[in-house]
């Protein structure tokens, strides 16, 4: 690694370049602070720019997301730095330094003009983590059509250094010995929109660890439902059939101790209701059951977004689903407990969806001092009175890194952060002006 005496000013650090972020970055940068936003992704948008549709409006995921990221990345008091991994963040004197690693993307980002001349010229083809794994990529590439900044990113565990991609690049951008850099950032505050992920399928025995072809977990269901998906509508990843009988299983990766989430992850029953009732339009004759413990439609709307999915046709069944087994033709056989009906017993379906909780994507330990709960997520020590506050004065949270939220609360978060923000950043100015 090249160590980098650079040393950048801002005043205010946002670590995380998803929704809340970006949220938190244009309120504090319309107000005429300087802001710096590190994402450890090649681009903007987080988790809410893959998605298909927000409930309980389904409204497009990326017509919100696509006008926020473009405002960021055109903000002149908004520095984005993509690709980036937050090393260490400590309080300095009265502000804070942070320690950032810019990663190799192997391609010169000040020469890179996003023409995908390499994209289209590499000949190796890999897996797209970004459609779900269900269809394939470049070993060179631009993350996704509507990735900000679109500047490639090289993987060199694929790529076989056939030179074709330098070849035919007009800026000559491909860079095979890049290395990491690491610069210095120093601010006055920081917030933390660290984000999460999903459990992991394979972390569930019971349910296969992943090996049954057509057990999917939601955000896989996210991209076969986008209308820029990997096939631009709803099949089985096995054989490329349209499914006819599709199960959701709740409280797949929450409210379970064997998983290490015990807690309830909020958005798993909403998101599947969504999921369900995309699919009933997609698919109109397609069989579509809910398994699940408790149905939590806690916001606003919800409630009626619920009963919306039971009145098209939805079957919701009370039923804890105990495993899951291969069938025929990659078919999944649930085993499960009717908690209503009684008894246990049996069904068949042709693809089954996991509805897996959220976990922190972050784990400060060793690079910030700031207290985390025994959820494993950023600690507030205010959650209801003042739900962004940590217990680092100066480091503020929103969205998804401080515990499981939905959209509409995480947005509303990340306005509240902003605007402590925004207070302690004042404040500071009077002080030191007095």
Not at 101 to 106: A, G, I, L, M, N
Not at 362 to 376: L, M, T
Request: charged fraction near 20%; charge should be negative.
């Amino acid at each position: 690694m090249l160590e980098s005496d650079i040393v950048k000013r801002f005043d205010a650090l946002v670590v995380g370049g998803g929704i809340a972020g970006l949220q938190t970055a244009l309120d504090l940068a319309d107000q005429g602070f300087s802001v710096a936003v590190v994402e450890k992704d090649a681009s903007i948008g987080g988790k809410m720019i893959r998605l298909s549709k927000v409930f309980p409006t389904l409204d497009c995921a990326s017509c919100i997301t696509t006008p926020k990221m473009a405002a960021a990345a055109h903000h002149a008091n908004i520095t984005l730095l993509t690709y980036c991994d937050l090393k260490s963040l400590d309080r300095n004197g009265a502000g804070f330094q942070a320690t950032v690693v810019q990663q190799s993307r192997y391609v010169d980002a000040e020469k890179c003009i996003g023409c995908r001349q390499c994209e289209y010229n590499c000949p190796v083809l890999v897996s797209d983590p970004e459609q779900g794994g269900f269809c394939g990529t470049k070993a060179i590439a631009i993350p996704f059509s509507n990735a900000i900044p679109q500047i490639a990113v090289l993987d060199p565990e694929q790529c076989m250094l056939c030179g074709k991609c330098a070849s035919v690049c007009p800026t000559e951008a491909i860079d095979y010995f890049q290395e990491p850099t690491t610069f210095t950032i120093e601010a006055n505050t920081a917030v933390l929109t660290t984000g999460f992920e999903l459990t992991p399928v394979t972390d569930k025995p019971q349910y296969g660890r992943g090996t049954i072809p057509n057990v999917i977990d939601s955000l896989q269901m996210e991209r076969l439902l986008a209308p820029h998906g990997p096939y631009n509508r709803v099949l089985r990843p096995s054989d490329g059939m349209e499914p006819d009988n599709i199960a959701y299983v709740q409280c797949a990766g929450s409210r379970d101790k064997s998983m290490g989430v015990p807690y309830c992850s909020r958005v798993c029953c909403m998101y599947a209701i969504k999921q369900a009732m995309l699919l009933s339009g997609a698919l109109p004759l397609a069989d579509i059951t809910i398994y699940y413990m408790d149905i939590r439609a806690f916001g606003k709307g919800y409630e009626q977004f619920y009963q919306n999915a039971q009145a098209m046709g939805i079957n919701f069944v009370k039923a804890k689903v105990a495993f899951i087994e291969p069938g025929e033709n990659g078919n999944a056989i649930l085993h499960y407990e009717d908690q209503v009906g009684g008894g246990i017993t049996t069904a068949e379906h042709d693809l089954t969806v996991l509805s897996m909780g959220m976990v922190p994507s972050w784990n400060p330990a060793g690079i910030c001092p700031v207290a985390r709960g025994d959820d494993r997520f950023i600690q507030t020590i205010r959650p209801k009175l003042a739900p962004t506050l940590t217990d680092m004065e100066g480091v503020f949270t929103a969205g998804a890194g401080a515990g499981p939220k939905d959209i509409v609360d995480t947005i509303t978060e990340a306005g509240s952060a902003a605007t402590e923000a925004a207070n302690y950043l004042s404040a500071r100015s009077r002080t030191n002006a007095a």
